[in-house]
């Protein structure tokens, strides 16, 4: 691939959407024939691990990786199944997470349930049953340093005596079927004893989260924050016209009002939640059943919150009615939200406070992981 098809590529790429980063001054990934260099990292089994740990492996794959990425998430299944198909020929897998979870923004988790703080690592972890160690990087990222880890993933293959003899891409196919296995293909001949017939290739994915990035996370939070917040009346006609959901966007709506402690108090998580889809076919409704005349008491809230959505105060005392308009097994209490598809057809509902992660796994399920 010449340099303008790869820009292309990645130009073409949903995640890339993000704002370019520059990696910290002097890094330079790993040369080949480069000796392995040591850490010691923390895994989500609560053990320390060295390569020490690794020492009778004939092959050491080493790959820098993440929760969040869209391009992690599609190697997952195969980082397993190389685990499963060489764990007993003398083949060792180790995942690091590169990441300063401090260090992402909001817009960049449009494709996650988690993001990439040490206890979400262990919980993608346990959820996705990782056969192979997964050590956090992200205080220090004094490994992902050393190795020159640009981007997740991010794959090193060392050979018995842990000299560099892969690095780069696991494969070409990331969300398609691969036609070029370029990490099995490496592990096979280092096993072989043969020379590895791509030594090197381009690595495609997230770029690596270094912790200068904070201040750009830290101002991404007050621009949004300024982000203006209304609030309109709604009938009980449009409230129906709002559950057929006759768009291509998947609709989160949340029932609240200013009375209701629980309702106010998980705003920011709804916030958080349309500040990381809302960059895809996704849009967060909320609806406040304070009376009307409270408009503007409703309004101060929302603003104090910076629910920057769509939002709404029910404009009909008929609360019957509006339950029926809306969903028919509301049974009646706030807070009480919902997700609605395109078309209708509610994927998830809840009556009291939500488990943010709940929604989101909700959300991401339907939207997808992966490009």
Not at 72 to 79: H, K, V
Not at 84 to 107: E, F, Q, T
Not at 260 to 270: M, N, S, T
Request: glycine share 6%.
């Amino acid at each position: 691939m010449n340099r303008r098809s790869a820009l292309l590529t990645l130009a073409a790429t949903p995640f890339v959407l993000s704002r370019v980063q520059a990696d910290p001054a002097g890094l330079k990934t790993l040369e080949l024939g480069a000796d392995a260099p040591d850490f010691k990292l923390t895994g989500v089994d609560d053990r320390d691990y060295s390569l020490k740990d690794f020492a009778d492996a004939k092959v050491l794959v080493v790959v820098f990786t993440c929760n969040h990425c869209p391009s992690a998430q599609a190697y997952e299944g195969r980082l397993a199944k190389l685990h499963a198909d060489y764990k007993d020929k003398g083949v060792a897998l180790v995942a690091i997470s590169p990441n300063d979870p401090a260090a992402l923004r909001l817009d960049e988790l449009g494709y996650t349930d988690l993001s990439d703080s040490f206890q979400e690592m262990k919980v993608r972890a346990r959820d996705h049953k990782y056969p192979y160690p997964y050590l956090y990087d992200g205080a220090t990222q004094t490994t992902a340093q050393a190795y020159g880890a640009l981007a997740t993933p991010h794959v090193f293959i060392f050979d018995a005596g842990r000299k560099l003899r892969y690095v780069g891409r696991f494969d070409d196919g990331e969300v398609k079927p691969p036609k070029s296995h370029d990490a099995v293909n490496a592990v096979e001949a280092l096993l072989a004893g043969k020379d590895v017939p791509v030594a090197k290739t381009r690595v495609f994915g997230c770029s690596t989260k270094w912790s200068d990035k904070r201040k750009d996370a830290v101002a991404s939070l007050a621009k949004w924050d300024a982000e203006p917040v209304s609030l309109e009346p709604i009938t009980d006609e449009a409230v129906s016209k709002l559950a057929k959901n006759d768009t291509k966007k998947l609709r989160l709506v949340n029932l609240w009002a200013t009375w209701c402690g629980p309702c106010v108090a998980e705003l920011p998580e709804f916030v958080a939640i349309n500040r990381m889809y809302r960059g895809r076919n996704f849009e967060l409704v909320t609806i406040s059943l304070d009376d009307l005349e409270k408009r503007a008491q409703a309004l101060k809230v929302l603003q104090e919150n910076h629910v920057a959505a769509t939002n709404y105060i029910l404009a009909t005392p008929d609360r019957d009615k509006f339950g029926d308009a809306l969903d028919k097994e509301w049974p009646g209490p706030v807070p009480y939200t919902l997700l609605i598809a395109p078309g209708g057809k509610v994927l998830f509902r809840k009556g009291g406070a939500v488990d943010p992660l709940e929604v989101k796994r909700a959300i991401v399920g339907f939207l997808g992981r992966t490009f």
